[in-house]
């Protein structure tokens, strides 16, 4: 209960004695409670307004009111009791002042909270760096979705329904897609390779892009396979583009990637999208071309001192049948375009041996890396 000043109706000296004392009591408890500026704020203007504070009221009710007789004995009452108060009120403030001080304080002998720093994955790193390479030779990056149609991962990309070629990637397709036209199907994505179709039908040539991101196929994980992967993918259209672009481009990338005394190496292949297709090969960027790690044999290259980088190749012009309308008219456009595996190209620039380490989250294995 807060306190309330109270009509007195005895004048005897004891009687002021008593209620003085309640009234200072009551201040002393108030002042306790004090424990910011706003509560001092109110505190001081409970006991001391002017107009209706507790001394105010005080001086009428006790004084003004007090019968004649008893007028004296009660004003010097009033005064030594006015006087206590405001010596409260004071010191309410300074402790309070105090108080709230010491509650602020920083104590600056303690130790710091050091906050980990994050850092990239190590694929997102490699990724980040195969494409920088890119956009300083002015290529754009271009991005579309995971989950795709059976015409932009597979049809548009000359793989026709049936075709044997579907056949090498393992597709996850999503469920209850039956009564839809077989290019309408969902999928995840098994490449890049739809965002070239994709941004060939948004943009007329010529153009240059980097296409990163994950693709999935129904591969069970181990040490060199996982179902979700990364990929980085290029293409480049313009009139009159070569294969001796394509060569330039790449031997250029591979030597930003990996050293500038890499040698770049084509081997004929076979993808349904680019006619002709190669693969490229580097010289092993750990044994440097030998095969020989000192006297053991080198792993990653399997003794024969060169590695698999990735697969590419002149643009099909099937593929540029598609987007004939929007200026891809294969008789008057070429274009080269490359496709790489992220991760295994991490797993070689790190010494890495299985690609699962890669995607558990484990903070001591990717710790390393920071
Ligand atoms: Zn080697």
Redesign the pocket.
Known sequence: MPYTVPKLNDYSQSSLAKAASECIAACQAEAAQVRNDADLKSFRDRWMARKNGILTQINDLWLKGAPKDAKREAGIRVNELKARITELVDAAHVSSSTDSLAADAVDITLPGIRRPIGAEHPVIKTMHEIVGVFQKLGYSVAEGPVVETDYYNFESLNFPPNHPARDTQDTLFIAGQQSKPQRERLLLRTHTSPVQIRTMEQMRPPIRIVIPGTVHRNDPPDASHSPMFHQIEGLAVDTNITFGDLKGTLDHAMKALFGSNVKTHFRPSFFPFTEPSAELYVT?F??GGS?KRGSDP?R??KQT?W?EVLGCGMVDPNVFEFVKDNGYDPKKVSGFAFGMGVDRLALLKYGVDDIQLFFQGDVRFLQQFA
């Open positions: 092993c750990i044994c095969g080198c990653p290259c001192g590695i």
